[in-house]
């Protein structure tokens, strides 16, 4: 006997709009029928009413169709009964004589000392242990034309039939139960073929390569996890078994012990469904009134081919005792009470702070610092041309409201030195006797200069952070847009400690120290023991009272 194998034929390899067929020879063992199929009829654009024509060897000639010939076309194929040696070579066929393609036919002998062809063999595997098959292929064009097709199975070229118990013939397929690596090697299926009242061997060499098996997937029981439900009397419960074992079969099953709940036999389902690349097998039922009795374990049996069966439970248990609302009653007053005073603290700081001042500072004891001004101003004295609305606020406004009304006391450069001292000297001595140190801004700093030379700004200022640790207050005379014009110290305080913006007018109501801006200032002066009470109803102050003398 000689047996053979079809080898893949045919390659399509797409780049861009270029199609490349690569064509496999087919080899056929000598001396048995074959039949072989055009390529082109697996082509997604053929049409259902199409012709084939096979031509043979380079030949313009087509082939037969007479059946009585050993090479002749019948249908779509071409047909070898049966093969001989000189049969090897191209055949070419076309479709609807306009597409042409070929295939390769390569008659072979036995190998030495087979009785088949090593390069016309089939691989097929199974897994050791596992029950698998064997399937003949290459038959399906015989069946076609016979009514009766009996296959036999050898194994290594030997002519005894398979007696071996574990093997069993069905159809086209030899099944092997519980291989072993012994059943590894050549087997040979083959059947009888007539034609024009002609007896042929058809065979195919299968080679069989016994696997190890796999390792062994582990069941996941996904739920339950020997849990607990708590669930309310008359509520309604659906309890679930779910678990997966990749895409093999896995079962589930529910032990009651004594008593089935009432609802599971009309609620009971079982189902599998694909989710994230494995198989989750699913059983649940519903209780629909829970009871006494329903408050106990709910055990899920899980098994699986190969492994040991695994239980798990859930138990249904009545719901705990709620503390945690009285709790969270408890903690959440006082929380909100925090919360508010916190709410109060950050909205009306300002106003406690100053009330605070006003009702409770008499009760401290006061204790001298040895200073003598509540704060040093700075301010940019008016160049020429230039309005002079920063004199008429430092010199008038100032000292009504922080002074007059709020009794604090103000060192001023301008009105409190005097004649002839060293502009360095008065403002190193009296920043060092003050509490605070104002600065007051103004948006328009070309036409004015602060103090006498930015040299005395920097030692204001010096003296104030650094010798003294003296707190700085700024003050703008409306809002300066450009930040950049501002000395480097300056912009620094700002960014650090922020500035009040004096946004009022000359007018009665801007000078009362009951504003939001007033109070603001107040709040950053240091408390006063000897504060008056304040007078709601001070001197207005206008351009028109401003008479310092600029002399």
Known sequence: ????????????????????????????????????????????????????TWYGNGSDIPITKDNFSRIHQRGELLWFIPTYIEDSGFYHCTIDNSTRDSKELKVVENSDGLCFNEEATYPQKVVLGQNGNLACPDLNDFEDENTEFDLQWYKDCSLKLLD?????????????????????????????????GKQYNVSRAINLTILDPPPKVPVEIIYP??????????????????????????????????????????????????????????????????KYKDYRKYFCAV???????????????????NFQGYLIGGLASPLFVILAALFAYKFFKVDIVLRYRENCYSLHKEVSDGKLYDAYVLYPQKGTDCTYSSDIFVLDVLPEVLENQCGYKLFIFGRDDFPGQAVVNVVEENIKRSRRLIIVLVPNSSCCRLQSSTSVHEIAVYSALIRYGIKVILIELDKIKDDDSLPESIRYLKQKHGVLTWQGDFSVKSQMATTRFWKNVRYQMPANPNSPSLDLHPSMVTSNSYHRSEG
């Open 1 to 52: 006997m000689i047996f053979a194998s079809v080898r893949p034929c045919w390659i399509s390899l797409a780049y861009f709009s270029f199609g490349l067929c690569i064509n496999f020879p087919t080899f056929v063992p000598v001396g048995e029928p074959w039949a072989i199929r055009c390529p082109l009829r697996l082509l997604p654009s053929l049409q259902s009413n199409y012709s084939i």
């Open 164 to 196: 071996d118990k574990r093997f069993q013939a069905l159809g086209h397929s030899l099944f092997i139960n519980n291989p072993s690596k012994k059943d590894e090697g050549m087997y040979i299926c083959q059947a009888k073929y007539t034609y024009m």
């Open 225 to 290: 996890n020997n849990n607990s439900i708590e669930i309310k009397l008359g509520s309604s419960v659906i309890i679930e078994c779910n678990a997966s074992r990749g895409f093999l079969r896995v079962s589930l099953f529910w032990d009651f012990g004594d008593e089935e709940p009432e609802d599971f036999k009309s609620t009971h389902i079982k189902y599998s469904e694909p989710l994230l690349g494995k198989m989750i097998w699913r059983s649940k039922f519903n209780i629909s009134n829970v």
């Open 303 to 321: 098994s699986s081919f190969g492994l040991k069966e695994q239980v798990v439970y859930v138990q249904l248990q009545p719901p705990a005792p």
